[in-house]
Structure formats: C-alpha cells, structure tokens
C-alpha cells in the first residue's frame, strides 16, 4: 500500500483539506498572559529584558486585563513586585500590596476573566529566595506556611486560581487546607508541579527583581537531567489536591508535558518562560526569525505534547495573529 496508491500530499494541497485534517487547535482561550504589577508606579516601566513587556501600576494592569479578556485570552497570570522586601516576605500576605488590590480592581471590572495569582515569596524577600532561610538554607516547612497565608490573601481578593511556584515539599496540601479553613473552598489550585531549575527564568528575575542574593534554586527546584521524577511531582500535587499541574519551561521540556498527558487526566498548564520568549524577541529584532511564524509554531508544539493551556508573554499578540 506504499507508493503510488498512498499519495501523503493528497491531504496537505487546499487550505480546507489541511484544516479538516488538522490534529491540534490553538486559540486565544488556550493562552494565558502574565502581567507584572506594582503599587509604587506611575507610570509602566520597560523590562530591558523582556521586549515589549512592562512592570505596570495596578489601574494599567487593570486595563491590560480588560484588553486580555478583549482578545478572549482564557485567563491573566499575576505578579507582584514588592516596595519593602524583608527576610519573612512581608508583603506576601499583605491584603494592601499590589497583587490583591489590582486582584480586586481586576474582579470587579472584568469579573468573567479567570484571574490566577501566583503563590510565591521570592519577590518579597530580601535574599530573593522562594522561601524562608534559616541556617543558610531555604526552610520547607515554615516557606510552607508563609505561602498557604499569601494563597489565602489572594483568594480572598478575588483570585479564581491561585498557583504556587515555590516547590516547597507539602505546600499544596497546605494551601488547599488553609483555603478550605478561610472559606475559600472555591479557589482553585493550579501547582508548579514539575518546575525546573532553569537557566530560562533569567529576564523573569529582572522583571521582578527577584534573583536569590546568595546560591541558586537547586535545592527546591528540579533536575533538568529528570524527567520520571517530574510524573512524581506531577502525582504528589494532585494526590495533595491540586486541580490542575504545570510543567515549565515549555519548549526545552516538551517531552516532561507528554509523559504527564499520558499519565494524568487533570488539566495540564505548560510555562513559555521569559528566556523563550526573549530569544524569540531577540532573535526578531534582529531579522533574523519571522516572529509570528516562530511564536505560533512554538505554541502550537506545546498544544501537539499535550498542553491544555499555555502561559506566554506572546498572549497578546498571538490572539491577534490568531484572528
Ligand atoms: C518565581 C517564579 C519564577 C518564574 C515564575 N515564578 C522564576 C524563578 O523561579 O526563579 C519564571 C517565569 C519566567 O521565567 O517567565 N517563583
Ligand atoms: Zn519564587
């Protein structure tokens, strides 16, 4: 039955024919944008690292999230950026910082968009660790509870999904607990589950000043090297009560979304970091990739592994390519 009964061209010649036979979709409802807030600003300020992204004040996040829902992205993905870092993280769980109240802003003018905060402390500690540091070394336990009060903090501003990027052992139970105990049993989790010490994170640090003052993540973060402790991850989370699971980066870990979409039925969420967005950018600027093409194949490989939805500073611009 090889050739020339089977003619494999036969399928690709109309632009009718590719799209019946199409295996793998990607719409605006699959991305989700990041959005970087902080309360101290004036005005948006540029990220040198990022190309087209800013650090906003909450009313233009409040706006870039009207715009998201606009372009019918699925969803906004929240960061903060801290006035005062002290060693526990103060503003974490500040009701009055910057991510609950444009959480608030957000809830009430666009109160269809799913609004996901994320959980973490290393934008508002002093040494930029995801944790608490005791003895030199980040301390899981008492991270943990820290994380389960900011999560709280967020909920009760209005976020549908929170989602903690710490890699804490234990946090998701915590956090499930603690939003349960506060009345927020609503929430859902989304969890960092297989999140890996990557050298693709470093403009998101710039973004957010966030960069560990001493040492790296190694010691909390994955093994890139690993890829079936990944699925242990992926299992403990939802063992603990995560509704759905992330993988990140994206494209460097494609393998690591597939794997996981053959073993787990919940949601699975895959991080088109700051790195792959930034080469893409780079690359653009400099003539040398077409960055609609590039973006949009990208994306569409993270939907073909298995990825039901995308975070990616390229939301906006695809959803407009997208049409
Ligand atoms: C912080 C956090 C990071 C990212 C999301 N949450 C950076 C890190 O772990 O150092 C990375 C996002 C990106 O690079 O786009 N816990
Ligand atoms: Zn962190």
Same mark, same amino acid.
């Given at each position: ?26 719409? @605006? ?52 950026t801290a006035s005062k870092k002290g060693p526990e993280a103060p503003e974490a ?20 968009? @799913? ?6 402390l290393c934008a508002y500690t002093d040494h930029g660790h995801c944790g608490v540091v005791?003895?030199?070394?980040v ?24 989602? @903690? ?37 470093? @403009? ?5 000043d966030s960069s560990p003052q001493f ?109």
């Amino acid at each position: 039955m090889g050739f020339p009964k089977t003619r494999m061209r036969r399928l690709r010649r109309t632009e009718g024919v590719r799209a019946l036979v199409r295996e793998t979709t990607l719409e @605006p409802a699959d991305l989700v944008l990041p959005l970087f807030v902080e309360a101290d600003l004036s005005e948006p300020a540029p990220v040198k690292t990022m190309p087209g992204v800013q650090r906003l004040p909450i009313a233009h996040a409040v706006d870039a999230a009207a715009r998201a829902a606009d372009a019918g992205l699925g969803a906004v993905l929240l960061f903060g950026t801290a006035s005062k870092k002290g060693p526990e993280a103060p503003e974490a769980y500040d009701p009055q910082a910057a991510v609950p109240r444009a959480l608030e802003a957000m809830a009430a003018r666009v109160p269809d968009l @799913p609004l996901i905060a994320d959980v973490c402390l290393c934008a508002y500690t002093d040494h930029g660790h995801c944790g608490v540091v005791r003895d030199g070394e980040v301390h899981n336990d008492e991270s943990v509870e820290l994380l389960a009060r900011t999560a709280v903090t967020y909920a009760a501003a209005g976020a549908h999904v929170v989602a @903690p990027s710490d890699m804490m052992d234990g946090r998701v139970q915590a956090i499930r607990t603690a939003l349960d105990a506060a009345g927020q049993s609503n929430c859902s989790i989304l969890s960092y589950a297989a999140k890996y010490a990557s050298a693709y994170y470093g @403009p998101f640090r710039d973004a957010q000043d966030s960069s560990p003052q001493f040492g790296d993540r190694r010691s909390y973060q994955m093994d890139p090297a690993n890829a079936r402790e990944a699925l242990r991850e992926v299992q403990l989370d939802i063992d603990e009560g995560a509704d759905m699971v992330m993988v990140k980066p994206a494209l460097a870990y494609l393998d690591v979304v597939r794997a996981a979409r053959e073993r787990f039925d919940v949601p699975i969420a895959v991080y088109n970091v700051s790195g792959e967005y930034s080469a893409v950018k780079a690359a653009a600027a400099q003539g040398f990739l077409d960055e609609r093409g590039v973006v949009l194949e990208n994306l569409l490989a993270m939907r073909r592994a298995g990825a039901d939805f995308i975070l990616t500073y390229h939301a906006l611009d695809a959803a407009g390519w997208l049409g």
